[in-house]
Structure formats: structure tokens, C-alpha cells
């Protein structure tokens, strides 16, 4: 591995501690001017990294650049490859078009900026550049008895990530959104890939978009969208956060903790909900998640209605 790379994965391994020039010369094997200048490339390349005549250097701990290199340093235990694209139309494309080739478990596409990104029920996701987090996954599910679990640990594993980064705690909203303060700040699209001959689903494409710090929405969604308002934190970080709280909880599917954790963090249990069925339209409160995340829904008559996937809009009781 080149002393630049070693570098960045030193010093973004622990950010705002101050490293000697002296004590990284010597822990690779080279001169303190070659320290020296692994440092000006990687500031070159965008990374934050301060110098000081005394005390030597450190990696900035919020450090916006969305690089490989970074994704790996902040969670160097997963080895699975990591994409970096400055525009893609879908991080869920090229995900799926990479699936095609049998790649590894865990591997990740990212992108600066979407220009086709998309949600769920074919609705588009606004992504522009520099200002969220654009994620896909593969993955290889071992057991597909527990593929209905796949978009709750997605959500659930957002909701982690977004929590250890910034340190703020967002809802989610059945089936597949998270929110704050009662607006929209990420949404996940899970995709699967099947088998030709056999018909059965082999891979699972994970795309989760995340507003990190957009301020400006397009005006059909600036009522009902927002973001983390975080322009300190570092993307790749919460890449790599993320994507090792979704492999965790990937290979937990069958725990009853992470159905747990996601009816925790629902903001829609115990509230009105309205939402369409086969065309009339439905009013009920939300009354329990179940372990398929399933969401029933007990009407007004008192029945019981079981919604395995589609939109609802909520009216909360308490903000």
C-alpha cells in the first residue's frame, strides 16, 4: 500500500488526533518529506487535513469529500469493493448492472449526485450534488425466509447510522421512509434480482438516499421534504457506518431484535393513518407492526386490515 493511502487510513481511522511527522516517518519507513507530501496530495484531493509546526497533522473529523479510500478507512473490516461516481442517473442501476457480474457481498455504489435517483411506487428522489448521501448496497441473503425483513433493517440501520454520525435519532415511517420533525429525510428502494431459469431471488440491491445538508427542494415536495441541516459531518463516514450497521443487521435477520428496534422508532404506531386499497380509500389507526413488517390497521368498524406494502399519509396525535 503507497504512504498515502496508509496515511488516510491512519489518520481518518482517528480523526483530530494529532500525528507527528517524526512518529509517521518512522512507523512507515520513509522520510519526513515523503510524509510531507502524501499529505499536500491528499489535501490536493480534498481531505481536510491540518498541519502544525508543532504538534503535526490531523485528519478534520468532518470532512465532506465521498471517496473510496475514505469509505474503507473509517470501517476497514469490510473489504468488499466501494464505487465512487460524481454523477450517476441511479446508484440503483449501476448497482444492479454490477450484481450482473456476480460481484462480492457488501460491495457499495455512492454517487456525488443522482440525476435519474428513484423511490419507491416509481416516484423520483431528488439528489442533488454534494448535499445527501446516495447509497446501494448488494447483498446475498443467506436465508430468504426472512426477505421481508430487508427494507425494515435498511430502515433501522439508517436510522443507527444517522444517530452514531450526528447524533440525531430519526423516525421511521412504515414502510420505508425516515423522518424529522415531520418531514421527509430519506427514503430506501429495495430492489430484487432473480434467477432466470430458477425464479428465485438470488441478490438484493439496498438504495438508501439520505438529505444530509439540502436546504432547496423542488417545489412539489418542499412541503413534505427536508434534511439532517448537517453541513459539518462527513458522507463517507456515514457510508461506512452505514453500510456496517446493514450488513450486521443483514446477517441478524432473524433476531427478534431488529423488529423491535423498528416498531421503536415508528412514528406511525398509534396514530390515524389513510392510505388506498385496491382502489377506495381506507381510515384507521396504526395498531401494530407484525414480525414481516407487515402494518395492521384497525378501522373504524373495528376490523383489522393487513397492509404489506404501499403509501400511507398520517395524521400524529402529538407532534
Given amino acids: 500500500m503507497a504512504v498515502r493511502e ?10 483530530e488526533t494529532w500525528y507527528s511527522g517524526e512518529m509517521l516517518a518512522m512507523r512507515y519507513n520513509v522520510s519526513r518529506t515523503a510524509v510531507w507530501k502524501a499529505v499536500k496530495a491528499l489535501q490536493n484531493s480534498g481531505y481536510t487535513i491540518e498541519s502544525s509546526p508543532t504538534k503535526g ?11 473510496a479510500e475514505l469509505v474503507q478507512a473509517f470501517c476497514p473490516q469490510i473489504t468488499a469493493p466501494v464505487h465512487v461516481y460524481d454523477v450517476i442517473d441511479s446508484t440503483n442501476n449501476k448497482a444492479k448492472m454490477l450484481a450482473a457480474s456476480a ?7 455512492l454517487a456525488d449526485e443522482q440525476t435519474a435517483g ?22 446475498h441473503p443467506e436465508d430468504m425466509r426472512y426477505i421481508s425483513r430487508i427494507t425494515p433493517a435498511a430502515a433501522v440501520s439508517a436510522a443507527e447510522a444517522i444517530a452514531e454520525v450526528t447524533g440525531i435519532h430519526p423516525g421511521i415511517k412504515w414502510v420505508n421512509d425516515l423522518f424529522l420533525k415531520d418531514r421527509k429525510i430519506a427514503g430506501i428502494l429495495t430492489e430484487a434480482i432473480t434467477d432466470f431459469e430458477t425464479g428465485k ?13 439540502t436546504e432547496v427542494f423542488p417545489e412539489d415536495i418542499q412541503d413534505i421534504a427536508s434534511s439532517l441541516h448537517a453541513s459539518h ?30 416498531r421503536k422508532d415508528s412514528i406511525v404506531l398509534g396514530h390515524e393513518v389513510t392510505y388506498i ?29 393487513l397492509l404489506q406494502s404501499g403509501e400511507i399519509s398520517i395524521r400524529r396525535k402529538s407532534l
Fill in 6 to 15: 496508509e496515511l488516510l487510513n491512519e489518520l481518518a481511522s482517528h480523526p
Fill in 57 to 67: 497533522y490531523r485528519f478534520v473529523s468532518d470532512n465532506d469529500t465521498l471517496s
Fill in 103 to 109: 460481484c462480492q457481498h457488501g460491495t457499495l455504489v
Fill in 118 to 139: 428513484r423511490g419507491r411506487q416509481g416516484h423520483s428522489f431528488y439528489s442533488p450534488k454534494k448535499t445527501g448521501l446516495y447509497f446501494s448496497l448488494i447483498a
Fill in 201 to 213: 431471488i438470488h441478490t438484493v440491491v439496498i438504495g438508501i438516499g439520505i438529505n444530509c445538508s
Fill in 233 to 262: 459531518i462527513s458522507r463517507s463516514r456515514l457510508a461506512a457506518v452505514l453500510r456496517r450497521q446493514l450488513l450486521y443487521h443483514l446477517s441478524h435477520l432473524d433476531d427478534p431484535a431488529l423488529m423491535e428496534a423498528y
Fill in 277 to 305: 386499497k385496491n382502489g377506495t380509500a381506507y381510515t384507521g389507526t396504526a395498531a401494530e407492526i407484525n414480525d414481516e413488517g407487515n402494518l395492521l390497521v384497525e378501522l373504524k368498524d373495528g376490523s383489522m386490515d
